[in-house]
C-alpha cells in the first residue's frame, strides 16, 4: 500500500487538511481549479510540500495532467444548493468525467463531498461507468466516506474525528477502512454500504439543524413570555440527559444547505419530511426575525452612522459563506449606512475589503450591532465606539450591554 499514489481534488476546508495528512504517509497530489490558492498553497512553504526520497510527500497544483497515474482519487469539492434550493451537481458530474478519463484498471475514486443517500450510486457511479469504459468492482472502485471536521473554536481536524467509510464492495470497503486508518488517529468506522455512509452525514446536519429550529421557535414564544431562553436552557442543563442547543442563525454550506438534499431525495419518491422542511423555514426564517427586532429597538433614533461586529456565519471562525449576519445587512443597508467590523475576517480575507479592521474603529456610532458571537465582544468595551445617546443591540446578548438582546 506504500507505493499508491492518491490525489485530493478540491483544496478547501475539507481536502487541503485530508491532502496533507496523506501526504506524511504516501506520495499525494492536491488537485484544485483556484489558481491563487494554489500559489498561496505553495508560497506558505509547508515543510509537507517536498517529495521525500521513499516517495512520500504532497505536490499541489491547478493543472489537471498531474492528476494522471493516481491510484485514488478523493473528491472533496463543494455540494451546493441552486437558487430554488435543489441540489447543484454540475460541477460534481464534470469533475466525474474528467477523472473517469484517467482512471485505470484498480483505480478507487472517493466522494467525500456531502451527498444525499443514493447519490453515489445512481449519479456518479453510471456517469464513471459510460466515461471510462470500464466496469465497477472489476475495473474500478468506488467509496464514500463523509467529512465531519468542525470549524471555529471548537475546530477538530479531520484526523481527530473518527472516519466513517465504505465502499462498493467489501474487498473496496476494506482497502478503503485500512488507506483511512493509516491517518485518522481517532480510527475509522467501517459502515456496509455507500449509502449508510451517505445518510450518516446528512443525519448528523439535519439533526443539528432542527435542534436549533426548535430553539429558535421557543425564543420568539419566550421572547413575547419575556423569558430569558438562555437562562431557561442553562437551567434545563442541569437534567441529565437534557441535550443542550442554542437558538441561532444557520449559515455556512453544511447545516444550512445539506437538509435540502435530504428533502430533495425525499421528494424524489414522492415522500414527505415535514419536519426537516419546517425546521429549515423556521431557520431562514430568522434573518427577517431579527431584522424587525432591530428596526423596532432603532425606529425612533436618529441615526448617521452604525456599525455592525461579527458576520462570520459561526463565531470564532473567518468563513462568511451564506452568513445570515450578511443578510441582516443587506437589509439594513436599504436605510442606513453601515460600517462592518470583524477581526476573523479582515485578517483571513483581504477581498473582504468591505469589513474594517477594529484599529480603524475610531469613529463614534449611534447604533452598535453585535452579530457573531466572537469570544473578544464577551469582554469588549463597545461604548467606546458609541455616542452618548448610542444603543447597543447584542444579537445573542454575550457581551457586557445585553439590555437588547434578542435570542
Ligand atoms: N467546511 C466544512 O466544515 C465541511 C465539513 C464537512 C463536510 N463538508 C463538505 O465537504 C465538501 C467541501 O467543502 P469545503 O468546505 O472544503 O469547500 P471549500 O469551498 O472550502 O473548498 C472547495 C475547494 O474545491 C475547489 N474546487 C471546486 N470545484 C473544483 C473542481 N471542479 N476541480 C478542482 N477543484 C475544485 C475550490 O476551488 C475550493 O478550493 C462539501 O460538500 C461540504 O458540504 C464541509
Redesign the pocket.
Known amino acids: 500500500m506504500t507505493d499508491l499514489k492518491i490525489c485530493v481534488?478540491?483544496?478547501?476546508?475539507?481536502?487541503l487538511d485530508l491532502a496533507i495528512n496523506f501526504s506524511k504517509k504516501f506520495h499525494t497530489i492536491g488537485?484544485?481549479?483556484?489558481k491563487s490558492?494554489i500559489e498561496k498553497i505553495k508560497n506558505q512553504k509547508s515543510k509537507h510540500l517536498k517529495i521525500s526520497k521513499n516517495g512520500v510527500g504532497l505536490e499541489v497544483s491547478c493543472n489537471h495532467k498531474l492528476i494522471v497515474n493516481c491510484n485514488v482519487y478523493i473528491i472533496?469539492?463543494?455540494?451546493p444548493v441552486n437558487k430554488k434550493k435543489l441540489p447543484d451537481l454540475d460541477?460534481i458530474i464534470?469533475?466525474t468525467k474528467l477523472i473517469s478519463k484517467f482512471i485505470r484498471i484498480g483505480n478507487i475514486l472517493i466522494y467525500?463531498?456531502?451527498f444525499y443517500p443514493g447519490l453515489t450510486e445512481e449519479i456518479f457511479i453510471p456517469i464513471i461507468e459510460r466515461e471510462s469504459k470500464l466496469k465497477l468492482n472489476k475495473d474500478f472502485y468506488v467509496g464514500y466516506s463523509?467529512?465531519?471536521?468542525?470549524?471555529g473554536k471548537n475546530k477538530r481536524l479531520s484526523n481527530e474525528i473518527v472516519k466513517i467509510t465504505s465502499g462498493s464492495n467489501k474487498k473496496a470497503s476494506k482497502i478503503i477502512d485500512s488507506l483511512y486508518k493509516r491517518i485518522i488517529k481517532a480510527g475509522t468506522y467501517n459502515v456496509e454500504s455507500i449509502r449508510i455512509a451517505e445518510a450518516v452525514?446528512i443525519l448528523e446536519n439535519c439533526q443539528r439543524d432542527l435542534n436549533i429550529a426548535f430553539m429558535n421557535e421557543i425564543t420568539k414564544f419566550f421572547n413575547k413570555l419575556n423569558l430569558d431562553t438562555k437562562k431557561v436552557i442553562e437551567a434545563a442543563s442541569t437534567k441529565w440527559n437534557f441535550f443542550q442547543f442554542y437558538p441561532g442563525l444557520v449559515g455556512?454550506?453544511?447545516i444550512a444547505?445539506?437538509p435540502y438534499y435530504l428533502i430533495f431525495s425525499a421528494k424524489k419518491i414522492k415522500h414527505d419530511l415535514p419536519l426537516v422542511r419546517l425546521a429549515r423555514e423556521t431557520n431562514e426564517g430568522m434573518v427577517d426575525y431579527i431584522y424587525k427586532h432591530i428596526t423596532k429597538a432603532i425606529s425612533n433614533l436618529k441615526i448617521s452612522a452604525l456599525a455592525f461586529f461579527g458576520i462570520s456565519y459561526k463565531e470564532n471562525c473567518k468563513q462568511i459563506n451564506n452568513s445570515m449576519y450578511l443578510r441582516i445587512i443587506q437589509k439594513l443597508e436599504k436605510n442606513y449606512k453601515v460600517d462592518i467590523y470583524d477581526h476573523f475576517v479582515e485578517k483571513a480575507q483581504p477581498e473582504s475589503n468591505f469589513v474594517r479592521t477594529m484599529e480603524c474603529a475610531n469613529k463614534k456610532y449611534d447604533v452598535i450591532i453585535i452579530g457573531s458571537k466572537h469570544d473578544e465582544y464577551k469582554k469588549m468595551n463597545f461604548k467606546k465606539f458609541l455616542n452618548k445617546f448610542g444603543t447597543i443591540i447584542d444579537i445573542h446578548g454575550i457581551s457586557m450591554y445585553p439590555k437588547n438582546k434578542i435570542l
Open positions: 481534488i478540491g483544496l478547501g476546508n475539507v481536502g488537485y484544485d481549479i483556484n490558492l472533496t469539492v463543494p455540494s460541477n464534470e469533475l467525500e463531498s456531502t463523509p467529512e465531519r471536521i468542525n470549524i452525514k455556512g454550506d453544511c444547505v445539506d
